[in-house]
């Protein structure tokens, strides 16, 4: 009878995270900061549900409300993240933050609620059968970790160190954002702000880092990687056309996973990608087995999954139009339809 389901205010940003750091199931993408990036980066409303049992969580829900007049009204777990849901230490907690959750989605009139799981769940909600992550233990020996790579793989990552590239640490974000900027934009996809960047690092601190990639002086391509308990989560990622022929992607990752496991990280986490697409086969090339993520949805408005991803037909026309924009025009046009793109 004592627990209640109440939304988080910055006075209790400590006590979530510590409920995060100690639950089994959650991730990066349940920690408490994601409410100021979103709200900071995107102005959306968040409503971060969090059960509380006689003074301790013991369940949390992080939920942000997307409202947009090209792509309709969400309630997600979590938009811009790859994995959400409810992370609960009883059936009791889950069953009451799912129940606010649904209500809270009717309140809003959203086409839909979506929790984006990484394991199925009890819910009978539908589910979308899209997006696989690839996570994978590490060996302490870097050199065992080169050798379980498939070996044309390896070849590639070999070929970028022949090629003389180097990796180093950069404590900003504005030389990642030239590299990501141009390959989203070549791929067909409205860029996120610059802000975003910016408050992930600001938010995140030592969790939230750059890795560049350069030869003879000059930046090649550049990743985003967020740390969290003994896992490493490369995230953004970009790079300019000299990256190909250097062999920069593959040396990329590796120099990523060697740093890491040098640091003491034993998971490598390639995130999420749809079935049988380019970064879908890249990243199986890598050894990394495809693991279902049971996105589930409790349909509010619509009478269907909403499909807001690039693989609706609808959209081609428009990815194939982005790809000829000039570059300073994607960039400034991109942030006001990406924000909606959760």
């Avoid at 619509?302 to 924009?325: A, C, G, Q, R, T």
Wanted: proline share 4%; with cysteine; charged share 25%.
């Amino acid at each position: 009878m004592s627990l209640q389901i109440l939304e988080l205010s910055e006075s209790k940003f400590e006590q979530w995270d510590a409920f995060v750091a100690q639950a089994d199931s959650a991730t990066f993408f349940h920690r408490a900061g994601w409410k100021r990036v979103i709200e900071r980066a995107f102005k959306h409303r968040t409503y971060f549900l969090y059960a509380e049992d006689d003074g301790a969580i013991v369940g949390v829900l992080p939920l942000v409300h997307i409202k947009s007049r090209l792509f309709g009204s969400a309630l997600t777990s979590t938009p811009f993240c790859v994995y959400g849901g409810i992370v609960a230490l009883n059936e009791q907690a889950e069953a009451e933050l799912r129940m606010r959750a649904c209500e809270l989605a009717k309140e809003l009139k959203v086409s839909a609620l979506e929790m984006r799981n990484i394991e199925q769940t009890s819910s009978g909600w539908p589910t979308k059968e899209l997006y696989y992550t690839f996570r994978k233990s590490l060996s302490e020996d870097n050199e065992e970790n080169m050798l379980a790579i498939p070996r044309k793989r390896r070849a590639m990552i070999r070929g970028g160190i022949k090629a003389n590239l180097q990796s180093e640490e950069d404590s900003g974000w504005e030389r990642f954002f030239a590299t990501y900027a141009e390959s989203v934009r070549n791929l067909g996809t409205p860029v996120f702000s610059h802000k975003l960047f910016r408050c992930l690092r600001e938010e995140f601190g030592k969790d939230c880092r750059v890795l560049m990639i350069t030869h003879e002086g000059k930046d090649v391509a550049g990743l985003m990687s967020f740390y969290f308990k003994d896992q490493v989560l490369p995230y953004y990622a970009g790079s300019f056309d000299s990256a190909k022929h250097l062999k920069a992607h593959d040396f990329m990752y590796w120099e990523l996973m060697r740093r890491s496991v040098d640091e003491g990280y034993r998971v490598f986490d390639f995130g999420r990608s749809k079935k049988d697409t380019g970064p879908y086969l890249f990243k199986k090339g890598w050894g990394f087995e495809p693991e279902l993520l049971n996105y589930e949805f409790f349909l509010v408005e619509s009478d269907s999954i909403p499909e807001v991803n690039p693989n609706n037909p609808k959209y081609k026309l428009f990815i194939d139009m982005w790809k000829k924009l000039p570059l300073p025009v994607a960039n400034r046009l991109g942030p006001l339809l990406s924000r909606s793109l959760g």
